[in-house]
T-cell receptor, first 112, second 112 residues
Framework: DSGVTQTPKHLITATGQRVTLRCSPRSGDLSVYWYQQSLDQGLQFLIQ???????AKGNILERFSAQQFPDLHSELNLSSLELGDSALYFC???????????FGPGTRLTVL | GESVGLHLPTLSVQEGDNSIINCAYSNSASDYFIWYKQESGKGPQFIID?????DKRQGQRVTVLLNKTVKHLSLQIAATQPGDSAVYFCAENGRSQGNLIFGKGTKLSVKP
């Protein structure tokens, strides 16, 4: 158990819908990262937050957004969902930037 | 496992043998490298890391070797056990401090 929690574990929804994935980092970790893992693209970095501020963006679509709240938990919002958004979404956290990242168990999103 | 790509390289070893998993990284400016293990249905788990000012680092039963000249990273697992069966990813730090760029992964199968 990494100490990072993610909810829900599974999510099934329809195209065009909007979902919110939630992540609670390890106690004391200030940085949160979101990754997408799909069969054809592997693990892709989406976005990074540090102490509530966005620090870096990767291959994140405009339909996706995220935020980190004052209590350091983070949410990833996915809207206008398409079939191709079906994937595993992982959250990771680290104490500071450029330190070991601990991954949560992931949320499996299925878009039908 | 369900979290990996369809065409992963596969390494099959006998229990007790040593395993060597290789990875080529892309960015000569990367200065931090990590190996992760991902078991089916779980998030990536940190194994070992190395910074670019080193060429070798040892952990418990694992050794990482870094060859910056050819941008190559390897993970050696001594006395491989059935519990080592998983997909192994190398990762390098990206342009922004902290976010990781993952390789495609290698599936390790350990035969008892």
């Amino acid at each position: 158990d990494s100490g990072v929690t993610q909810t829900p574990k599974h999510l099934i929804t329809a195209t065009g819908q909007r979902v919110t994935l939630r992540c609670s980092p390890r106690s004391g970790d200030l940085s949160v990262y979101w990754y997408q893992q799909s069969l054809d693209q592997g693990l892709q970095f989406l976005i990074q937050y540090y102490n509530g501020e966005e620090r870096a963006k990767g291959n994140i679509l405009e339909r996706f957004s995220a935020q980190q709240f004052p209590d350091l938990h983070s949410e990833l919002n996915l809207s206008s969902l398409e079939l191709g958004d079906s994937a595993l979404y992982f959250c990771a956290s680290s104490v500071v930037l450029d330190s070991e990242q601990f991954f949560g168990p992931g949320t499996r999103l299925t878009v039908l | 496992g369900e979290s990996v790509g369809l065409h992963l390289p596969t390494l099959s070893v006998q229990e007790g043998d040593n395993s060597i998993i290789n990875c080529a990284y892309s960015n000569s400016a990367s200065d931090y490298f990590i190996w992760y293990k991902q078991e089916s249905g779980k998030g990536p788990q940190f194994i070992i890391d190395i910074r670019s000012n080193m060429d070798k680092r040892q952990g418990q039963r694992v050794t990482v070797l870094l060859n910056k000249t050819v941008k190559h990273l390897s993970l050696q697992i001594a006395a491989t056990q059935p519990g080592d069966s998983a997909v192994y990813f190398c990762a390098e730090n990206g342009r922004s401090q902290g976010n990781l760029i993952f390789g495609k992964g290698t599936k390790l199968s350990v035969k008892p």
